[in-house]
């Protein structure tokens, strides 16, 4: 029997805000891990701290709900002690933009076969609307009553100057994009990241702020080339969703070190020759 979403259903019942744009990044996971005929005894869901980091315990599946802002080394290192696991990395915009933000340039570059979604909803939600890196300048939150002062971080941009080999936007307000877009990522071989806007409705913004201002990536975009991703995510008129960049040659950290082993082992006997060359 073909699966479906309700396959993927965990024990414990969500209990996020009624509304909260989480529901539908949960929803779309599912979706997608039916699409995949994913087995849930080969899939791990770790998760950082906060209202998105309780994801693992709403599917089925094994969950790491971890430390706050170490939702990718966690997951690295699942993927590395058993590489047959698909593993999901799931965590929100201040667990993976402010307090983890150092282990997000190395996750991308070392390109490890593992799919991260931030789910960003512009504010720190659990701890009850505090700015997060993603809030916009001059935005009043519960801990900038008269306006955010910082500048924000692009976790698009950023990912694609770290080297993220598969890059992608979804929005809350569109579940079947979103779950699309989470298969391509699953299947694409190496670090894919992806931006799930997923609102805040008691804390920040609702779904009204921001369907006027998402829109789908042009069709005649080339995810392939890097510095048209680069020009695409600096749009700041629109909230663009889709796949801004994606390279399917970069070999995966995994490939690499295979290669390596097998390099390793061709050249032990000679290396191990002149070393011993040295003693006669
Ligand atoms: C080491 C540590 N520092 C701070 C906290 C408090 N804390 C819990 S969740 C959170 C931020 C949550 O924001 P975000 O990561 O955007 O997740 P959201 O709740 O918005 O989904 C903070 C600061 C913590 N749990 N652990
Ligand atoms: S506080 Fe915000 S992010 Fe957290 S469950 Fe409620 S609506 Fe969702
Ligand atoms: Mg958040």
Known sequence: MPKTAADYRGDVKPVWC????????LAAIQRSLAAQEI???KLVVCSGIGCSGRTPAFLKCYGFHGVHGRVLP?????????????V???????????IGAGHFPHACRRNIDITYIMLD?????????????????????????YGNIEAELDPILLAITYNATFVARVFSGNPSHMAQIITQAV???????IQAI???????????????????????????????AVQLAMDRQWILLGVFYRDAEAADFGARLEAIAQEAARRAPADLQSILA???
């Open 18 to 25: 009624p509304g909260c744009g989480d529901f539908a990044v």
């Open 39 to 41: 087995d849930p005894s």
């Open 74 to 86: 966690t997951a690295m290192g699942v993927k590395l002690a058993n590489p047959e696991l698909t």
């Open 88 to 98: 999901l990395a799931v965590g929100g915009d201040g667990d993976g933009l402010a």
């Open 121 to 145: 909803n512009n504010i720190y939600g659990l701890t009850k609307g505090q700015f997060s890196p993603t809030s916009l300048p001059a935005e009043a939150t519960a801990s900038t009553p």
């Open 187 to 193: 299947q694409h071989k190496g670090f894919s990241f």
């Open 198 to 228: 997923s609102p805040c409705l008691t804390f920040a913004y609702p779904y009204d702020h921001y369907a006027p201002r998402v829109k789908m990536i042009p069709e005649d975009h080339d995810p392939g080339n890097r510095y048209a």
């Open 278 to 280: 040295r003693y006669e």
